[in-house]
């Protein structure tokens, strides 16, 4: 196999790799990325098993649906069996091919950093990422308010049989629920969750720290290479920078395992240094995966809400969209911040579940928020908001986007990093 063909497979491995680590997050819904993702998840098996139940009554796919399946919804290791194929695969041409030529500082450091992403992976494969039983359920009860916009009390885990912590989800391929769950991941064959965000990060951290230190070393070797070949004594400010890149690629060629090493640790490196920085980021906005999915769907809510213009006069019924209020009534004030119920005993209800008193949480939700549903979505009966507003002058905007909305879980980066590294901190 020569370079092309290679660059090819390590073309297809990292657009794979690419659309399997960012596919499913929400902020890359409307992309190509999150279309792609879609398309092979749904789209296409669905196409699939519609064609085979009409050519041949199902014959073909029966077999093949019960293997994916069982790969889209059993915990399986196939994508972690995978991940170290690759990574031992790289890590063996390497040592076979490059590792001689590197410096002895280099030769010292290169089999630590490959050691990294094993260990890594070990502790994220086997850490509990915060499994919710009948024994800790009330503790888990404890550790998050409930912001009444994401999570509201009072809702059951059909399958555990108890009622759902602030922040916790119910993952259907380990079925248990996961407090302060982000997703399940397939590259570490396990939920990630309160408990092991901090093993999954280091995992990523490792990962992004051997691509990056193989593409580095990669590009070190051919560089030696390339020098071999200009005379010592030869001025290198001379050769024009393309001479320079174009010797640079005819030695990549001449060297297929070296370039290969090269090119797929530079292009999955980028992947994985764009996936580590998401769950960076998450940290400092004091969100997770699943947490900024359901963000999304009020984002999606509030931006096609906005096609309704504003009433042009105050008497008409308020426009769809989601309204915030800073300051409600006194009579409305034992009424917990947050998403208002249309229905004045769905809001008691809330506030009589509410256990504020238990938690150990230094940030209370001050803003209360209304929704005022598509008018196709109010049924006959009038359930929904209607057009209506809670009654009385709250002083009701319609949001334009969530920067007004208050996060909750967010207590800032530093304290968002601690809760991360020391979960049980108060
Ligand atoms: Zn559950
Ligand atoms: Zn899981």
Redo the contacts with the bound molecule.
């Keep these: 196999m020569g370079l092309r063909e290679a660059a090819i497979l390590i073309g297809i491995v990292s657009a794979s790799v690419c659309i399997a680590l960012f596919g499913h997050i929400p902020a890359l819904r409307h992309t190509p990325i999150g279309y792609i993702y879609r398309f092979f998840k749904r789209t296409l098996p669905h196409a699939i098993l519609s064609t085979d139940k009409r050519l041949t009554g199902g014959a073909i796919t029966g077999c093949l649906y019960d293997s994916g399946m069982f790969l889209a919804t059993e915990k399986h290791p196939v994508i972690v069996i995978f991940y170290v194929f690759l990574i031992t695969g790289g890590i063996g041409v390497f040592m076979l091919d490059s590792y001689a030529f590197l410096p002895a500082r280099h030769q010292l450091l290169a089999p630590l950093i490959c050691l990294l992403p094993y260990i890594t992976l070990y502790k994220a494969i086997y850490s509990d990422p915060g499994t919710?039983t009948p024994t800790n359920h009330s503790a888990a009860m404890t550790h998050y308010p409930f912001d009444h916009m994401l999570f509201f009390p009072g809702t059951t885990?059909?399958?555990?049989?108890?009622v759902?912590p602030a922040r916790?989800?119910?993952?259907s391929i380990c079925?248990?629920?996961i407090s302060k769950m982000d997703h399940h991941c397939v590259w570490i064959n396990n939920c990630v969750g309160r408990n092991n965000t901090l093993h999954f990060l280091a995992f990523l951290l490792a990962t992004s720290l051997l691509l990056i230190y193989g593409a580095w070393q990669s590009a070190w070797v051919i560089t030696q290479f390339v020098n071999s070949e200009i005379p010592p004594n030869y001025p290198k400010e001379l050769i024009p920078w393309t001479d320079y890149i174009t010797i640079w690629t005819s030695w990549m060629l001449d060297l297929p395992y070296t370039g290969s090493i090269f090119l797929l640790s530079l292009l999955t490196s980028l992947l994985a240094v764009g996936f580590t920085c998401y769950h960076l980021y998450l940290i400092y906005a004091g969100t997770t995966t699943n947490e900024s999915s359901k963000w999304s769907d009020w984002s999606d809510d509030i931006r096609a809400s906005l096609s309704y213009p504003s009433p042009t006069s105050p008497s008409a019924p308020p426009p769809p969209g989601i309204y915030i209020a800073t300051k409600v009534p006194p009579e409305y004030a034992h009424l917990p911040p947050g998403l208002l119920s249309g229905n004045m005993a769905e809001n008691e209800r809330s506030a009589r579940l509410e256990d504020k008193g238990s938690v150990n949480w230094p940030k209370r939700g001050e803003k209360y928020y209304a929704r005022v549903e598509f008018p196709e979505e109010t049924d006959e009966r009038g359930e929904g908001w209607g057009g209506v507003l809670p009654k009385g002058e709250w002083g009701w905007e319609r949001l334009e986007g969530l920067e007004p909305v208050e996060n909750l879980y967010d207590l800032g980066f530093g304290a968002n990093l601690k809760k991360v590294i020391w979960p049980d901190t108060v």
């Design positions: 919710i885990c059909r399958t555990c049989r108890f759902k916790s989800k119910h993952c079925r248990r629920c």
